[in-house]
């Protein structure tokens, strides 16, 4: 856990420098939902898929295996 907290800082001010880079947008969206905050793994998930990441390429990560049951997901990688 301290490692994703640690990686969440880094791509944290990496977002500052760079804050619609679509690729480390679902990066820290990962990270998030790794660390069980779902709120900001949606958060983020929709801040990606806004810089230009596809919605299906969202849906197809296993990472995001967890928010599938949730219909905020579910809406957000089915809109586009």
Do not use: W
């Not at 690729?23 to 929709?46: C, F, M, P, R, T």
């Not at 990441?53 to 990688?77: E, M, V, Y």
């Amino acid at each position: 856990s301290g490692q994703r907290e640690e990686a969440l800082k880094y791509t944290n001010r990496a977002l500052q420098l760079s804050p619609n880079n679509a690729d480390l947008l679902l990066e820290v969206a990962e990270i998030y939902n790794q660390l069980g905050n779902k709120e900001s793994a949606i958060e983020y998930s929709q801040k990606a898929i806004a810089a230009g990441i596809s919605p299906s390429t969202l849906r197809d990560l296993i990472n995001f295996d967890n928010l599938r049951a949730d219909p905020r997901f579910t809406k957000l990688t089915n809109s586009h």
